[in-house]
């Protein structure tokens, strides 16, 4: 059955149904309202609720499949509730690292029920690193102790692990999961032509399907329980620093007992540790260069860092973590290749800047990036730039990627599986609060359909999966208010591809959005895609296969909530389907255009 609901309900009074809530810690879901504007239609159409259902109790089940969108595909109902409840959830948890993490760990529907962390380590054998503290103030050295020793039993957890896992698989997984994401930019440095890339649709020999299944069969072997205990481990102690970071503004006295190779500036401390380097700097301007570090409070200034990157050691292997905490001052942070500036790459890395007008320039797997662990930026405050090229702005594969900015009006461009981005085992999210923020997904790798017209993104809200092999993950861009421009192309702004979810949610603000195909709330093979607007004159412009459109067995919705609205599209757009989808477009009030 082809169902394809176009819809302008002019209702205010059931544009925002009451929902009532399952537990959502169980995996249960937002019961959807019995009046709202798609169901009085329904029943106008004499249709019910099942006819826009698709089954998938008969397909073969798979490791990395989530049970939500299995959920939203039988029931479409539910999709909207349930970004109003994320919304909710979103709101109380940006206050801290840990509650950040957890939000994001709970929509990969990972076991973390059973996470206790005991807030308190064991420092019987570190009574070297006591030694070497002793000439800070007693309550700082405490804080810096705390946290050394969480590290200790967080890198424990995440080695943990991967014990099944022997060094050649694991570096396996690394070197043929990464090469995976990054085949475009390879393709293109390499100056792969457009037959080539067309080739790679043919499906595959039977050696290459051997090869990626066995690194799928591989990264399923993990013990993710391990992996995100220590992750959550590890948030726990930066929330814990920061909030006695007053113990470690009382260093005054200049102790450098390691090398400070790569350091210039206002150094107050720098401490060689055997998990990396414990550095804290004053509120002079400094410069941080290629440092292997645990752990680096900055106080204040005009900083910059440089190829500060977190990666794991694989001979032998042991996962690594390290954290950034930076203060106040216009901060520039920069990398020559990736992998850094929040990049989770198994281990942990945050990086957490409190005050200031920033700079963050990278290339690939970076600013939130998680891949085989969990990657955060989080920026507090100022008008910042975001500038990144391959997975990041939070993107996360096999592990959980994740960009907060609470307040400026800030620019964020990437080009390929950026803002909100969600591969194979991962979750990838871009939240942020207040602001006129710009997001643009840049137009360098060509789609073989449109050569040199149109560009992949799979950005701004996307889940992606690799087909016949691998269930997608879950990508969010999340924006509360301000008057926001959305701007990319193929495969965004809430959009997915084989069995996973993407979701672009705006609270508020007059915002435009812009992109080309297959977006705007499109879902295509088994999947599921959103875009949600919920108030503001808002503008939609794309090409083909968006604004609410299901293709081939998924759901594509796009719900704007209120608002004087304007819609173009040239073809298969606004409220349309094919194969077995269902798109619906619902518009809850306003004087609105439709072209």
Known sequence: LLIAAFLTACLSKTASPVTTMDNPSQGSYPHPATNGPLEVLLRHLRLTNGDLSINTKNLTN?????????????????????????????????????????LALRELESDINSFNDPNTYSTANDNHLTHLFKHIDENARDELLHFFTAAQTGQVKMNEAFKALSQNDIGYLGNYLSEMILMDKIMKREGATLARKVDAQIPLKKEEQYVRERAFRIAGSIEETQLYDGALIMASAVDRLLKNIGSIKKIGVEQRSASTLGLRGDILFCQDTPLGKII????????YNS????????????????????????????????AIIDLEGNDLYTADEGYSQGSGTFGFNCLIDQAGNDTYLSHDFSQGSGFFGVGILYDSRGNDRYRSDIMGQGAGAFGCGLLCDLEGNDSYYGNLYTQGFGFVGGVGLLLDVSGDDSFFVGDTYSDYREPGVAFDSFSQGCGLGDRNFASGGIGVLWDKKGNDSYRSNYFSQGSSYWFALGLLIDEEGDDTYQARRYTQGSGTHFTVGALIDRSGNDTYTSWGVSQGCGYDYSQGLLFDGEGNDTYRADWFSQGTSGIAGVGTLIDGSGNDSYN
Not at 65 to 90: C, D, M, Q, T, W
Not at 280 to 287: F, P, V
């Open 62 to 102: 798979e490791p990395f499949r989530l049970r939500k969108v299995g959920v939203f595909l039988e029931n479409p109902l539910k999709i909207e509730p349930y970004a109003r409840h994320l919304s909710e959830r979103i709101n109380s948890s940006t206050v801290s690292i840990t509650k950040l993490t957890e």
């Open 280 to 287: 804290i700097g004053g509120k002079g301007a400094t410069y």
């Open 291 to 322: 440092i292997r570090a645990l752990l680096i409070v900055d106080l204040g200034g005009d900083d910059e860092y440089h190829n500060i990157t977190a990666t794991p050691t694989f001979d032998p292997f042991t996962t690594f973590s390290t």
